[in-house]
């Protein structure tokens, strides 16, 4: 059990849906009750154990307490996954997960699946996931892995590349921090699961970088 998360959110308008950014990775959408997130990477670190890699066996543990905590605040009635929920093959990772589900009844799952999401369709129907094989349209917002359209006809809400920022400390210290990137017709997730790197090269022109700490969010 990790301890309480401190959860703090800012809410900002997209396409007149009013969104908010939190300090856990999630976005939130009270108007459809929903948590979207992107990454999560169930099995990453069972496929890496199994391989020899010496990689924490509480990595998805710890994911999926934050998630649960997440649900419970929100009260969120539905999860949008955009993108790689799972990671590689079915192992035991994904047998934690289908306890894990258990707990929520009525929790929906839409997944637009990503590049990760390779498993069979009797696994989605085992874990009662509605799949999107490359988009998800709600209202104004369309929800896809991996942003390719430069002039979209929506509002898109994307996943997949992980982005983070550079904050200039004291002197030469730079720290790097997980963010939100948000431009005029798009909104890019940061990945959900702590066990993922994070990528400062790809910022999209006239982006706004909601990064975020345990403290607090901050707009650069």
């Known amino acids: 059990m990790i301890k309480p998360l ?3 959110s800012k809410k900002i308008l997209c396409k007149d ?3 908010e950014v939190t300090n856990q990775r999630v976005l939130y959408w009270e108007a459809q009750k929903s948590l979207i997130l992107s990454d999560l990477h169930i099995g990453k670190s069972a496929h890496f154990q ?13 994911d999926l307490e934050r998630l649960k905590q997440l649900i419970l605040y929100f009260k969120a009635e539905n999860l949008i996954i955009v993108g ?3 990671h590689a093959e079915y192992n035991s990772d994904l047998e934690v997960f289908q306890k894990w589900l258990l707990q929520f009844e009525n929790l929906k799952l839409q997944l637009i699946k990503g590049n990760h999401d390779r498993l069979s369709n009797k696994v989605y129907e085992q874990f ?26 929506y509002f898109i809400i994307s996943g997949h590349i992980h ?20 431009t005029e017709n798009q909104l890019i997730l940061p990945a959900f699961s702590l066990f993922t790197g994070l990528n400062t090269r790809q910022t999209p022109k006239n982006c ?5 700490t345990e403290d607090g969010i901050f707009e650069l």
């Open 6 to 8: 401190v959860i703090i």
């Open 17 to 19: 849906e009013v969104l």
């Open 50 to 62: 199994k391989s020899g890699i010496p990689i924490p066996k509480n990595v998805l543990t710890t």
């Open 84 to 86: 790689d929920l799972f």
């Open 128 to 153: 009662n996931i509605d799949v999107f094989t490359s988009e998800l349209k709600i209202g104004a917002l369309k929800f896809v892995h991996e942003n390719v359209d430069e002039k979209p006809d």
């Open 163 to 182: 982005p983070g920022v550079f904050i200039k400390g004291k002197g030469k210290q730079r720290i790097k921090l997980p963010c939100f990137q948000v």
């Open 208 to 212: 706004k970088n909601y990064c975020f």
